[in-house]
């Protein structure tokens, strides 16, 4: 109980920390416009923004609900990041547990990995299109080689004498990778999942640049050109809170679902 007391203080405490760090920089945000010291123009208040999202809450903006616009950005990260996943994982399996695979295909992540995904824009536009196939795509392409290089560096360091151990027990090669070289990656690969969501998510703002008419990307850019700040600085809020959201999912499926995790 001891030991369940004190994480449940730690929790309360992290809790208090985040919600005063929270408030002192609303604070300072708040004094900032009201004394002044940065023009309105350049820089909205709380008190602003708070009255943009009541506005557009219940209006819209530019003939889309906030709702339809949170929910186009959710659904095209979470599009994105899923092929991504779904590609990238099995790859990474597959040149982990085979060194031919891994020569054919490693220098291929590699050279997609550091590229800007931007960089893929202008491309798949003229590809797909400037619909949402396109802009699923380039999140696709944002987190796929990050995916692909943490799970091949997850079954890279399993440890060879689990492995080995398995083996002398006339385990097959099906039963060691589901119940020896499986478990002991997937900590490592659901790391680098929360990295490449983080990746992808931080791209869609550019996805939806592409004559987009829908999205918290495409506000954040229209409101730019009519120099509405607290429009942006919503959008941006509103990013960060989905992006956290997101992250926190992850996290909870791995605490339920990788529960062994340090333990091995």
Known sequence: MSGQGAAAGERWTRL????????IGLGVWQALGSLHLIPSGLLASPAEVWAAFIDISRHGYRGTSLGQDVIATLLRAVAG?????L??????????????TAAAADWMVQFLRPLPPLSFLVLLSLWLGT?????????????????????YAAVGSVSRQKIQAAQSLGASSGQIFCHVLLPAALPTI????????????????????????????????????????DIILLGIILLGLLGMGLN?????????????????
């Open 248 to 264: 926190s999912l992850l996290l909870g499926l791995d605490r339920g679902l990788i529960h062994w995790r340090g333990r091995e």
């Open 190 to 229: 659901s790391t680098g999942l929360r990295i490449a969501l983080a990746a992808a998510f931080s791209t869609v703002v550019a996805a939806e640049l592409m004559a987009g008419s829908d999205g918290l990307g495409w506000m954040i850019f229209s409101a730019s050109q009519y120099l509405r700040n």
């Open 81 to 85: 990041f899923a092929v991504g996943t």
């Open 131 to 151: 619909g949402d196939t396109a802009k699923i795509g380039l999140l696709a392409l944002t987190a796929f080689p990050i995916i692909t290089s943490a799970t």
């Open 87 to 100: 590609v990238g994982v099995p790859l990474g399996l597959w040149m982990g547990m085979s060194r031919l």
């Open 16 to 23: 208090g920390l985040g919600t005063l760090s929270v408030a």
